[in-house]
């Protein structure tokens, strides 16, 4: 099941991006820091142009997806945007990761935006993220560069 996430989800929640981080070729090189994401979900679980879905599966949460919904730079149309989305390994391969994209596009599209962004940073199996959002009728937009790395 696709639900908002709540403040008892956050510990969880911070398991789950631990997690994430951990497998990210682009983020396990960073310090994880658990009181910085706690306050980013607090923030935007209390936030309605937030979202922090959660799929759970009796009560045990098997994946996360975090986005927000703001006024665009350059005009006040709305644009959202995801900052997370991730499944764990042992449960990749199921439902979950289409079913909160479709939560998000929902969301979207119930907030009013004009543009809907959702992507993959992490450098963990671009190829499969790519089928899967190009399945549910996301179009590629462009690229990301690193530099980090140099």
Not at 124 to 131: G, I, K, L, V
Request: include cysteine; proline fraction near 5%; charged fraction near 20%.
């Amino acid at each position: 099941m696709i639900r908002p996430a709540t403040h008892d989800d956050i510990d969880g929640l911070i398991e789950l991006g631990r997690a994430m981080a951990a497998e990210s070729p682009q983020f396990s090189r960073m310090p994880y820091s658990p009181s910085k994401v706690r306050a980013m979900l607090l923030s935007l679980i209390d936030n309605p142009r937030g979202f922090v879905r959660v799929a759970d599966e009796g009560g045990q949460l098997v994946g996360v997806m975090v986005g927000a919904c703001t006024e665009h730079w350059a005009c006040d149309g709305l644009a959202a945007f995801d900052l997370v989305l991730f499944v764990p390994t042992t449960r990749r391969g199921g439902i979950h990761a289409a079913r909160l994209l479709r939560a998000f596009s929902d969301w979207s599209r119930q907030a009013g935006a004009h543009i809907v962004t959702a992507g993959v940073s992490t450098g963990t199996n671009p190829e499969q993220a790519d089928r899967l959002y190009h399945g549910l009728g996301f179009k590629r937009l462009g690229s990301v560069f690193d530099l980090s790395g140099r």
